[in-house]
């Protein structure tokens, strides 16, 4: 992976593993500044380097952060912190950056996430891994994992982005990550998202498949190792970070551990392959028709400019097991800029023409695939029962 082209900041982030009470982090600094919505986070994380491909940042376009949040809890989904209700945790939005470009993601590739936790990092790989990669999560909570497949039926029945992307669909298991059975397959990428002791690097390697890529928090540091060849390793150091540690196995009363079944790697079947095939070939319409029509393909809506966010610098992040964080950041009125700052939203408001505002996205996939003369439950099935 490229080096960032400066270094990044630490940040503050947790894995939701560990049993420890209280878990402080002494002058973290918040990496990027607060957004509005979803795509003004993604712009922000562009300009501080922690996005720098364009394949990270479509996916993390395509799947808003806030679906994976507790509804009383939205307004901190934005935010670059790390957010921990009981067994629900998500990590920082720089920290899953940082993942993503370390991984490394190539469609058709097979991934495991050890902490699958809500699903949200899993559903933006499973964007890039495409119709015929794999997408294997474990998660120790079983509410956890139920909340997972939730967040992911939602995003497949609602998001607008769905039909723009073939999709690898995430399959949850519960259990423990480090009591994984020994006759399950390698994989092309892992990632574990707690604090990996050093006791447990050589277990987590052998997950990998020759030319795969491991990332995990080892030693107190973000750690990127790839396999180059049976018993060759190469490591990179990412990120100074601070994760709360893997839980160890509990074993049952007759001292036994409880291994955990990873779902096998199944073939797809024929009807399945056919919608690829079928939606694949729409897409293709669709793009050669919208090239004969202005000469150039489709083109992205321009988004509406939003106004600038002041950057206020994270002192400390207290986290409490089975509370929400809390955080405190320096005093806003040391700000001097924030008058300027409204004055100037408020300026680009009154003279933007209504007419530049973007309109709502238009789905040419789904309106396509609605005027085919098809029976109706085929059209849905092609359309694998969205809501809209």
């Known amino acids: 992976m490229p080096a960032p082209a400066q270094p990044s900041p630490p940040c503050a982030l947790t894995a939701g593993f560990g049993r420890s009470s209280i878990r ?30 364009e394949l990270v940042e479509r996916a993390f376009r395509a799947v808003d952060r806030a679906d994976y949040y507790l ?9 670059d912190l790390a957010w921990k209700h009981g067994n629900i945790h998500l990590s920082a939005p720089c920290i899953y950056s940082e993942v993503m470009e370390a991984l490394d993601l190539q469609p058709g590739l097979s991934f495991l996430n ?45 998001s607008d982005s769905f039909d723009k992307f073939d999709f690898c669909e995430p399959c949850f298991v519960t259990g423990n990550c480090l009591e994984l059975s020994p006759a399950c397959s390698q994989y092309d990428r ?6 990996v002791q050093k006791e ?15 990332v995990m928090p080892l030693e107190e540091k973000l750690t990127k190792i790839t396999r180059t060849g049976p018993s060759a390793w190469e490591t990179k150091k990412i990120l100074a970070v601070s994760f709360a540690p893997l839980i160890q196995p509990c074993h049952s009363e007759s001292g036994k551990s409880r291994l955990v079944q990873l779902p096998p790697l199944a073939v797809r079947s024929l009807q399945d392959l056919a919608r690829i095939a079928i939606r694949g070939a729409i897409k293709k319409v669709i793009h050669q028709e919208a090239v004969n029509r202005n000469g150039n393909g489709l083109k992205n809506t321009p988004r509406f400019k939003r106004r600038r966010v002041r950057r206020r610098r994270m ?26 700052l409204e004055e100037e939203r408020q300026g680009e408001e009154a003279t933007t023409p209504p007419d530049t505002r973007p309109e709502p996205p238009v789905n040419f996939l789904r309106e396509k695939v609605l005027s085919l003369p098809l029976p109706d439950p085929l059209k849905y099935y092609l359309l694998y029962y969205r809501e809209k």
């Open 24 to 53: 402080v982090t002494p002058k973290m600094g918040g990496a990027v500044s607060a957004g509005e919505d979803n795509d003004e986070l993604i712009d922000n994380l562009k300009e501080a380097q922690y996005i720098r491909s």
């Open 71 to 79: 509804e009383e809890f939205k307004e901190n989904a934005y935010k």
């Open 114 to 158: 050890l902490g699958s936790g809500t699903g949200y990092l899993s559903s933006m790989v499973g964007l890039i891994l495409g119709p015929f990669g794999v997408n294997h999560g474990v998660e120790l909570h079983s509410d956890v994992t139920e909340y997972a497949k939730q967040k992911l039926d939602f995003f497949i029945r609602t």
């Open 190 to 195: 892992v990632y574990c998202g707690a604090g």
């Open 200 to 214: 447990h690097e050589e277990y987590m390697k052998s997950l990998l498949k020759v030319g795969g890529v491991l």
């Open 315 to 340: 002192e400390t992040i207290v986290f409490l097991d089975k509370e929400v964080f809390a955080s405190r950041i320096s005093n806003p009125s040391d700000d001097t800029s924030c008058g300027d």
